[in-house]
Nanobody, 116 residues
């Protein structure tokens, strides 16, 4: 199993930045994809970005490209999501996830609110 704890959410004005952190513990992460999804009330959870723990190769949703950067710290077992040029439509609960084969684990989420 993998336990995930997010932090770093908050209230920011449009155009501002936030960095989310996700601390992972439990299973060895080498075979996992770590990533971020987000969800707003009444909508499905939406993919934001992911990173291969072993290679560090990132992937992004179109909505995140050019504004968000995902990275990992192998020593701290932590994944980061640096979010720049935030927009009100980025307001959501952001969830960290770890996936391997048919397994997927979720954190409890952290709220990000972008005011206009």
């Amino acid at each position: 199993q993998v336990q995930l704890v997010e932090s770093g959410g908050g209230l920011v004005q449009a155009g501002g930045s936030l960095r989310l952190s996700c601390a992972a513990s439990g299973d060895t992460l080498n075979d996992y994809m770590l990533g971020w999804f987000r969800q707003t009330p009444g909508k499905e959870r939406e993919y934001v970005a992911s990173i291969s723990w072993s290679s560090g190769t990132p992937n992004y949703a179109d909505s995140a490209k050019g504004r968000f950067t995902i990275s990992r710290d192998e020593v701290k077992n932590t994944v980061y999501l640096q979010m720049n040029s935030l927009k009100p439509e980025d307001t959501a609960v952001y969830y960290c996830t770890a996936a391997r084969n048919c397994l997927r684990y979720w954190g409890r989420g952290t709220q990000v609110t972008v005011s206009s």
